[in-house]
C-alpha cells in the first residue's frame, strides 16, 4: 500500500516488503465476509418485517386499518380485528410500568448511592439481575400457582370495597388483566433498575460532590441533581421496559384468562393481549384466521418498534457527555 | 443510613438538626428506597421457593429418561423434551455464534477504522433486533422455514432462537473486541501480519473470555425461551428421529403441561420448569464467573 510505484523493478530487497497478492485478497475478502454478516443484521430485522408483512397480506387487504378498530375476534364467520388484544397489550404494559418504575428507580438509587458496602451491594444487583434471568415460562406457572391465588383474595376486597370504581368494578375470577399486569411488572423490573442504575452511576462524583458541599442533604441532591443528569438513561430503560412489556408471550398467556373481548374497564376482567392472541390460536390456525394473527404479530413488530426507536434516540440523543 | 448524613457534616457549627424537614423528608426517601429494593428481592425468592419446593419433589434420572405421559396416571419423563432443547439451543447456537461474531469484528475492527454510517446503522439494527418480541421472531421463522419445508422442525425452532441470540452475541462480542488494547493491533500489524491474521490469532483469542461470558448469556436466554419455539418446533410426545420433524422442549413442555386439570402432566411441569431454572441460572453464575475471574 505504502509502496511506491516509482520504485525499480530490481530493488529486490523492496520486494519483500510488499504482501503478497494472496495475502491482500485473503485480508480483502475476510472484510468482505465479516461486512456481509454485519449487513445480515439488517437483512435479518427487514425479512423478519417482509416475511410477516408477506403472510399477513391478505388479511391486510380484507380488514385494512379497519383490523386495529375492530374487537371482533370470530373465527366462525371469519372477520378478525385486534382491537381487544392491543387494549390488553397496552393496559397490562401500563399497570406493569406504574408498579415497577417507581420501585425500579427506587431500587437503582438504592444501589447506585453510597447506601450500602459493596460487599453487600454487589450481590445485591446479581440477585435483581437473576430476576431477569428466569424464563418467561417460569414466571407463568408460578404466576398460575402462587400469584393468582395470592392476588384473588386482594382483588375481591378491592372489587367489594371499591365496585363503584369503573377499574375495580368486575369481580376477580383468577385469572385476568391485573395479574398480567403484576407479573409483566416483576419481568420488568430488572431491566429499568439495571439500565437506571448504569445511568445514576455515569453522573460524576463532582456533581455530587457540588451539590453536597453547597449544604443539600442527599435527597436533595439525588432529585435535584443526580436524577435529571441521569434522565435521560432512566426515560430510555423505561422505554426498553414498555417494548419488553408489550411483547411479553408466555407468562402473560398463562395468566390473563384469554378472553377475546372487552367487557368493561374493569382491571379484574380476563383479557388477551396480541402476543398471547398469538400464542393460544397459531398453531390451529388455518387461512384468514392465520393471516390475520400473522397482521397481529406485524402490528406488535411495529407497536414495539416505535417504541423502541424512541427509547434509543433518547438514549442517544440526551445522554449528556461527561 | 441518613444518621451518616448528619454525621458527616458534625462539627463547626454545621451539624444537620435531624428534625428539621429537608433531612427528615432524607430519612423518610432512605427508607423508602431500601424498602423498593426489599421488594425486588421477593419475587425472586418466591420464585425460586416454590420452583425448588414443587420441582424438586418430583425430580428423579428417570425424568431424563422417559417421555411426557398421557393424561392421568404416571410422572412420566421429559427425556424428549430435554434432548429437544439441547437440540433447538445446538441449532440456534451453530448459526448465531459465527453470525454475531464476524459481525462484531465487523463491527469493532473495521467498520469503527473508516468511521463509516454502516456501523451506526448495524449497530441500530442490532438494537432493534433486541427489542423485536420474541414471538414475532417465531412467526418470522413459521412464515420462513415451517412454510418452506412444510413441518414443524427442530430446525425452524434453532432459526427462531437464533435471531434471538444473535443481538446478545453481537453486543457482548463487540464490547470485548473493542476492549482489547489498541497496542495489541498495532504490535501485529508492525510486525507484518495481515488483517486477518491480527484479528483471528491475536485479538480474538484476547476477547475469547468476555466473549463465552456473552454467548453463555445469549444460551441462557434461549434455554429458557418459549415463544419462539412454540409454533416452529412445536412440540412431539415422542424421541427425536431427525431434526426435520416436531421436537419437544422443556419450555413448551411446562407451558402446555402448566394448562391442564392433571396433577401428573402439573407436577411434570413443575420438575421441568426447575431443570429449565437450574441450567439458566448455572449458565448466567458461570458466565458471571468466567468475567469476574479476568476482570
Known amino acids: 500500500m505504502t509502496m511506491n510505484p516509482d520504485m525499480p523493478p530490481s530493488a529486490a530487497p523492496m520486494q519483500s516488503w510488499r504482501r503478497s497478492d494472496t495475502d491482500r485478497f485473503l485480508d480483502k475478502a475476510f472484510l468482505w465476509l465479516t461486512g456481509a454478516f454485519g449487513y445480515g ?72 448511592e453510597d447506601f450500602l458496602p459493596d460487599k453487600v451491594k454487589r450481590p445485591l444487583v446479581f440477585m435483581i439481575e437473576l430476576l431477569a434471568a428466569v424464563p418467561s415460562v417460569v414466571y407463568g406457572i408460578w404466576g398460575v400457582y402462587v400469584l393468582i391465588p395470592f392476588l384473588n383474595p386482594v382483588a375481591r376486597w378491592l372489587n367489594q370495597t371499591f365496585g363503584w370504581i369503573p377499574l375495580f368494578s368486575s369481580a376477580p375470577a383468577g385469572p385476568g388483566i391485573h395479574a398480567a399486569g403484576m407479573i409483566l411488572a416483576i419481568m420488568i423490573l430488572p431491566i429499568i433498575s439495571a439500565i ?37 438513561g432512566i426515560v430510555g430503560g423505561i422505554m426498553l421496559a414498555l417494548g419488553r412489556a408489550m411483547g411479553e408471550t408466555m407468562a402473560v398467556t398463562l395468566v390473563i384468562g384469554n378472553s377475546n373481548r372487552i367487557s368493561s374497564a374493569s382491571i379484574f376482567d380476563q383479557g388477551s393481549t396480541i402476543a398471547s392472541l398469538l400464542a393460544n390460536q397459531f398453531a390451529e390456525a388455518g387461512g384468514l384466521q392465520l393471516s390475520s394473527l400473522m397482521y397481529g404479530a406485524l402490528s406488535l413488530f411495529f407497536l414495539t418498534l416505535i417504541v423502541n426507536v424512541i427509547a434509543e434516540y433518547i438514549i442517544r440523543r440526551f445522554s449528556i457527555k461527561y | 443510613m441518613a444518621i451518616s448524613d448528619a454525621a458527616g457534616y458534625a462539627g463547626l457549627g454545621l451539624k444537620k438538626n435531624p428534625s428539621s424537614p429537608r433531612t427528615l423528608f432524607s430519612s423518610v426517601m432512605s427508607v423508602v428506597a431500601t424498602l423498593c429494593a426489599v421488594l425486588a428481592v421477593i419475587p425472586l425468592v418466591a420464585v425460586l421457593y416454590y420452583i425448588i419446593v414443587r420441582g424438586l419433589q418430583y425430580l428423579s434420572l428417570d425424568l431424563f429418561r422417559q417421555l411426557p405421559p398421557p393424561p392421568l396416571g404416571d410422572i412420566g419423563g421429559f427425556g424428549n423434551a430435554f434432548v429437544g432443547t439441547l437440540l433447538t439451543v445446538g441449532i440456534a447456537s451453530v448459526i448465531s455464534i459465527p453470525f454475531g461474531i464476524l459481525t462484531a469484528i465487523f463491527l469493532a475492527e473495521f467498520a469503527k477504522d473508516t468511521n463509516a454510517p454502516e456501523e451506526n446503522w448495524i449497530d441500530f439494527a442490532v438494537n432493534i433486533l433486541a427489542g423485536v418480541p420474541s414471538i414475532v421472531m417465531g412467526t418470522f421463522a ?49 510486525l507484518g501480519a495481515s488483517k486477518i491474521d491480527t484479528v483471528m490469532k491475536i485479538v480474538l483469542p484476547a476477547a475469547v473470555p468476555a466473549i463465552t461470558t456473552g454467548v453463555m448469556l445469549a444460551v441462557a436466554r434461549a434455554v429458557g425461551e418459549t415463544a419462539p419455539v412454540l409454533f416452529t418446533a412445536l412440540f412431539s410426545q415422542f424421541w427425536n428421529r431427525t431434526i426435520w420433524e416436531p421436537t419437544a422442549t422443556l419450555s413448551a413442555l411446562v407451558y402446555n403441561f402448566a394448562q391442564v386439570p392433571y396433577p401428573n402432566q402439573q407436577n411434570l411441569a413443575w420438575a421441568a420448569a426447575f431443570v429449565l431454572v437450574t441450567l439458566v441460572l448455572f449458565l448466567n453464575i458461570l458466565a458471571r464467573f468466567i468475567t469476574r475471574k479476568r476482570g
Open chain 1, 41 to 112: 443484521v439488517i437483512a435479518v430485522l427487514l425479512g423478519i418485517a417482509v416475511q410477516v408483512a408477506k403472510a399477513a397480506w391478505p388479511a391486510i387487504q380484507q380488514f385494512g386499518l379497519g383490523f386495529l378498530a375492530s374487537q371482533r375476534w370470530d373465527p366462525v364467520q371469519n372477520i378478525y380485528g385486534v382491537l381487544a388484544q392491543l387494549y390488553g397489550t397496552l393496559v397490562t404494559a401500563f399497570i406493569a410500568l406504574l408498579i415497577a418504575v417507581p420501585i425500579g428507580i427506587g431500587i437503582a438509587l438504592f444501589l447506585s
Open chain 1, 196 to 232: 437506571s442504575r448504569d445511568a445514576l452511576v455515569a453522573v460524576p462524583g463532582s456533581i455530587r460532590q457540588a451539590s453536597y458541599g453547597l449544604g443539600a442533604t442527599r435527597w436533595e441532591t439525588i432529585f435535584k441533581v443526580i436524577i435529571p443528569a441521569a434522565f435521560s
Open chain 2, 142 to 190: 413459521w412464515a420462513t422455514v415451517v412454510l418452506l419445508t412444510g413441518t414443524f422442525s427442530a430446525v425452524a425452532g434453532g432459526i427462531a432462537l437464533s435471531v434471538l441470540m444473535l443481538p446478545t452475541i453481537v453486543r457482548t462480542a463487540t464490547e470485548a473486541l473493542e476492549a482489547v488494547p489498541g497496542s495489541y493491533r498495532q504490535a501485529s500489524v508492525g
